[in-house]
């Protein structure tokens, strides 16, 4: 019985998920709302990666031009990912851009600034934005709707829950008890503008460099550090990861302090570079990021299978993954089409977007933890890393990467639909597609703590 309205789309949450599905469902015709907390587009955060896998959903939207837009203010003269021991010894370079064609599906930026181009694209293509509006109640059913804190409710035919590694949804869709739990590290991060002072400092001209974007990772037992620049030398991203085992209450992003920064790279005998570059950031921009972690759920859908979570909500990533924002992008477009195709059968359509996500965001997942172990626990005194440098590379498994989300959507949709008309038995690892791969470093022994997936 196909509907002969457009279905009513209810998403919580515009981060990079929540826009993504707003965006895709709108082009697929549906009446999209948009609800979020915020009342503006987002000015926050530093730096976000989005790798070929995520890229190319930005790629396809106007024929390439908010890919234009947004390479404008993203590192666009990328050169190499370079890689060092603390005292600043280099072990590995890579290619920043693997292969030309994924020039215009590589994106990494200040994040702020790139939700406000995939913001204004949402905003033109017509979806219906309802920000300052923070949800505080679910409410599931064939008729699924929210209500916002000022008493405001909004229904349609589907709710999606896109609202972050902090959701409420969570609880409250899912019925699970909160166990957002530190996953033992924090990051300290900031983003500033370069002058023409540090141009003519001796330990920081480098990264004013106007012809090159830097993508630099320094790593040592249980620290590591990564620097970006762009924006012909004039932005400089960093973030360093540390252990930090406090409580995580209500709040888990805090002020940081700059002497904090510099003991930890004191403790990790960092290079002098780090140390000016830190001396460099203006306090007031130093974020203490604290990195929950949740286990994988084993659903994402209400009991009626008319709300569903996504993203973050669903499957929080370490930024480790490097997947993050690209897995949350997959989500959103993996629904449109399973929305779409199952032409207002909204409990199919889920149940299908469900096994097209389910273990390939799992895989990413779990990954970011084996990534950030693996940087953590180098042997700099073994033969093993000398021999394999490349085990530190960013993790961009061509599975991973070059996937098309849209298109294994389209391809999966019948046969995945059938399995739930006909009632297919099984545990949802079962019926889900396969992710296709693993992060085993594959030409390798099993060896370091890389391995454990
Ligand atoms: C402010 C901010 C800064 C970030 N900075 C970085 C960064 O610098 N680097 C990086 O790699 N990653 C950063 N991230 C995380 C990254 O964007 C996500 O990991 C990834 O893009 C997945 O996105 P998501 O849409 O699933 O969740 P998120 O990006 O977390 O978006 C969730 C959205 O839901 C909204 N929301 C939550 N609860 C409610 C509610 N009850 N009612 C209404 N709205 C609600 C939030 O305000 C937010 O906009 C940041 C996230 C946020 C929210
Ligand atoms: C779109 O959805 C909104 C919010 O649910 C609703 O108020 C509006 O009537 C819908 N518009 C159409 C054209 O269906
Ligand atoms: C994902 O799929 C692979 C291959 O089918 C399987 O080995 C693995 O257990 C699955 N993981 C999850 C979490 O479903």
């Not at 000015?43 to 990666?49: A, C, L, M, T, V």
């Not at 292969?99 to 215009?104: D, G, L, R």
Request: aromatic residues 10%; charged residues 25%.
């Amino acid at each position: 019985m196909a509907l002969t309205r457009p279905l009513d789309v209810i998403i919580v949450g515009a981060g990079f998920g929540g826009l993504t599905a707003a965006i895709e469902c709108k082009l697929r015709g549906m009446n999209v709302t948009l609800v979020e907390t915020y009342p503006t587009s987002l000015n926050y955060g530093d730096i976000i990666d989005f790798f070929p896998n995520g890229g190319r959903i930005i790629e396809n939207w106007e024929n390439g031009q908010v890919g234009r837009d947004l390479m404008k203010i993203c590192i666009n003269q990328g050169d190499q990912f370079q890689y060092f021991k603390a005292d600043g010894t280099k072990i590995y370079t890579e290619d920043w851009i693997l292969e030309p064609h994924h020039y215009w599906k590589q994106y990494a930026g200040h994040r702020g600034q790139m939700h406000k181009v995939v913001l204004d694209y949402a905003e033109k293509v017509g979806v219906n934005m309802q920000f300052g509006h923070r949800v505080t109640q679910y409410h599931d059913g064939d008729k699924p709707s929210v209500t916002t804190a000022e008493g405001k409710v909004f229904a349609g035919d589907v709710v999606v829950a896109a609202d972050g590694p902090r959701s409420i949804a969570r609880q409250q869709v899912l019925g699970l008890p909160d166990t957002k739990v530190n996953s033992g590290y924090a990051i300290f991060r900031a983003y500033f503008t370069l002058t023409e002072e540090h141009a003519k400092h001796p330990l920081l001209k480098e990264f004013c460099d106007q012809t090159v974007d830097k993508t630099l990772l320094w790593t040592t037992k249980d620290l590591h550090m990564i620097i970006y620049t762009w924006n012909k030398g004039k932005d400089l991203g960093w973030v360093l990861t540390h252990k930090d085992t406090e409580d995580i209450g209500e709040s888990w992003s805090f002020p940081g302090r700059k002497q904090d920064v510099l003991d930890c790279l004191a403790q990790g005998k960092f290079e002098k570079r780090l140390v000016e570059v830190v001396n460099a950031t203006p306090e007031k921009n130093i974020v203490d990021y604290k990195l929950v972690w949740r286990d994988p759920l084993e659903t994402w859908l209400s009991p009626s299978a008319h709300t569903v979570l996504i993203g973050d909500a669903a499957h929080c990533h370490l930024p480790t993954s490097a997947q993050g924002g690209s897995q949350a992008m997959e989500d959103g477009v993996a629904l449109a089409v399973a929305l779409d195709r199952s032409q207002g059968d909204v409990a199919l359509g889920l149940r299908v977007f469900e096994r097209i996500r389910f273990n390939r965001s799992h895989v990413t997942h779990m990954a970011s933890i084996a990534v950030r172990d693996g940087y953590h626990n180098v042997d700099w005194d073994g033969d093993f890393i000398r021999e394999n440098p490349h085990i530190l590379a960013l993790p961009r498994p061509e599975w991973v990467i070059e996937y098309d989300i849209e298109k294994e959507s389209e391809k999966y949709f019948e046969r995945l639909a059938a399995d739930v008309r006909n009632g297919r038995k099984g545990t949802i690892q079962e019926l889900a597609l396969p992710a296709g791969g693993d992060y085993e470093p594959k030409t390798l022994k099993r060896k370091g703590p890389r391995s454990k997936f």
